[in-house]
Nanobody, 123 residues
């Protein structure tokens, strides 16, 4: 059974930092791209960042570029999202996903999803 478990969310003041982790189990995802998405209250899920299987290729949403960094450790089957200079508009549930179709900014390209971790940024 495939399982993705996100952790590292919490409450932080604007300007602060958080590091999210997504641990995968049930199979090895080292040959797949991985992505982070977020879903704010009352809004649709949106793309945040993605990383190729090797880590050589990364994509970012314009809203987080320069502030967030995605990385992965294939030996640990884990992908990370370092979030710096957080803003209140970054408040959302953050979900990780496996790019089972192709590395993309589109959620339809992702086949496995975690339950998410809440990030709340206070002003």
């Amino acid at each position: 059974q495939v399982q993705l478990v996100e952790s590292g969310g919490g409450l932080v003041q604007a300007g602060g930092s958080l590091r999210l982790s997504c641990a995968a189990s049930g199979r090895t995802f080292s040959s797949y791209g991985m992505g982070w998405f977020r879903r704010a209250s009352g809004k649709e899920r949106e793309f945040v960042a993605a990383i190729s299987w090797s880590g050589a290729i990364t994509y970012y949403a314009d809203s987080v570029k320069g502030r967030f960094t995605i990385s992965r450790d294939n030996a640990k089957n884990t992908v990370y999202l370092q979030m710096n200079s957080l803003k209140p508009e970054d408040t959302a549930v953050y979900l990780c996903a496996v790019a089972t179709i192709r590395l993309s900014r589109e959620s339809v390209s992702y086949g496995y999803w975690g339950q998410g971790t809440q990030v709340t940024v206070s002003s």
